[in-house]
């Protein structure tokens, strides 16, 4: 018979997808289940006396306490169930212990490195990322890959050419680089391996930099097919993020983590271990290029995939008040048109007021439910919408150091985006101090060449023509006026 602790914990429990953990007296994870609705699976173990099943008596008979992690999807309850089963063994799993159910995405650690589907992760010093709980999103990300990061496909530990001399007609169909009969630099097939394991690990942004550097390269040099064709990578990795939903997260949960979660549960009063969290911060300058971002938190580790930075629009002045509440805003409206997974619990970089506004616009958007709390720095006080004072955990509890981690992450990401865009406004800034450059002209040509660098270092006729609109005279007084600019 559950106890009265454990029916309240029950009742608390989101109607929502997650993975649920059954502990006995001793706290022992002794069961790991998922569910597309954690109350109703839960509660179903309590609804009746007894199971046909001696295993489920048992397992009932059991129970002490449960804890649960609430995802964003079934098909993400499905990785992380398996996971927490691979890590605690428990004695009541019967199926997943083996961790071999769902397929891998194996980049094998070769010469010219190959990639393959296994449903084994072995210990062989290959790359591993997954798994992967649907086909057809496996098949999709294959098909990106097989497009647009062609590796090899043949097995032979030191590549051979079929015919020799020929490539096999994969390189025909610009389905591999051929690199067994050299049709393509060693530096240029590691080029792709690496852009590869980007996009596989998630850091889809890191991976679009790359991208757009060597494009803008490629046009600067007039390689317009090759800059065309990086474009259209770009283009394809985008669209293919913004269907999918889960990042590859890593496979094992270390105990430290873990334990943050569980103290963090505790100590907020949550219905769950806040499996994802996000976390907001502002930056401006002088009132001047205010910025809002959003960080995100997947099992312990950043996902930069998921990172987002907003310039606040709607506010005048210094009011980091209405900037965080602007900025939630327009994150959760993105949510809500299935742009990005919502959260089990929002961080704030700031004190009371900023709760305050940043739980005005959960309001607004009928986001109540969502856990917030805010981060005052100098103090390191935890503000709850809970308790009228503040929480304050020892600087060595788990849970502070969860959230100062977050909070660290949000200020690096907001004080970096608003140096990168106060940067370019200086560029443009150079370069309206000629005379015939405006601020179209100068943005043009910043996209145009990518640097003021490469501008210097362009010839008058090549910079006349360009741009519509500069004639050779005005590209003369354009690079006599960057003179030095790129030493």
Known sequence: MASETLKE????????????????????????????????????????????????????????????????????????????????QPFFNVEL?????????????????????????????????????????????????????????CK?????????????????????????????????????????????????????????????????ELHFEEAARLRDTIRSIWRYTRQKRNHVLPEDLDKDTWEAFVRLEALLNLSSVPWRIDCFDISHFSGKETFGVVVVFEQGIPNPSLYRKFAIRDVEGIDDFRSIQETLLRRYRRSLQ???????????????????????????????????????????????????????????????????????????????????RRDNRNLRSVLEEVEGVGKKRAADLLARFGSIRHIASTGPEELASSIPGIGLDLARRILEHLEGVAE
């Open 9 to 88: 914990k029950i009742r608390k429990l989101p109607l929502r997808p997650g993975v649920y953990l059954m502990h006995d007296a001793r706290g022992t994870v002794i069961y790991v289940g998922k569910a597309k609705n954690l109350r109703k699976r839960v509660s179903s173990y309590f609804r009746h006396g007894g199971f046909s099943s001696p295993r489920l008596r048992k397992l009932v008979d059991t129970i002490s306490d449960l804890s649960c992690i609430r995802t964003e999807s079934e098909g993400e309850a499905l990785i992380v169930e398996s996971r927490l089963i691979r890590r605690y």
């Open 97 to 153: 212990k083996m961790g071999e159910r769902y397929p891998w995405i194996k980049l094998t650690k070769e010469h010219f490195p190959r990639l393959e589907i296994t449903r084994h992760k072995e210990d062989d010093g290959a790359s591993y990322f997954g798994p992967f709980t649907r086909v057809s999103e496996l098949r999709q990300l294959t098909r990106l890959v097989e497009r647009h990061f062609p590796l090899r496909t």
């Open 156 to 220: 032979s530990k030191e590549p051979c050419s079929p015919v020799p001399g020929r490539p096999c007609v994969r390189h025909a169909l610009m389905r591999c680089l051929a690199p067994c009969v050299g049709g393509c630099s060693e530096t240029r097939y590691r080029e792709v391996v690496a852009d590869l394991e980007l996009l596989l690990a998630g850091r889809v942004t890191d991976l679009v930099e790359r991208l757009r550097s060597r494009m803008d390269q490629a046009a600067h």
């Open 338 to 420: 299935g742009e990005a997974p919502l959260p089990q619990l929002i961080v704030i970089d700031g004190g009371p007021q900023q709760l305050v506004f940043a739980e005005k616009a959960l309001q607004e958007l009928g986001l109540e439910e969502i856990p917030i709390v805010a981060l005052a720095k100098q103090e390191e006080a935890v503000y709850t919408l809970f308790a009228e004072l503040p929480l304050r955990p020892g600087r060595e509890d788990p849970a502070l150091q969860l959230l100062q981690r977050l909070r660290d992450e949000a200020h690096r990401f907001a004080v970096s985006a608003h140096t990168r």
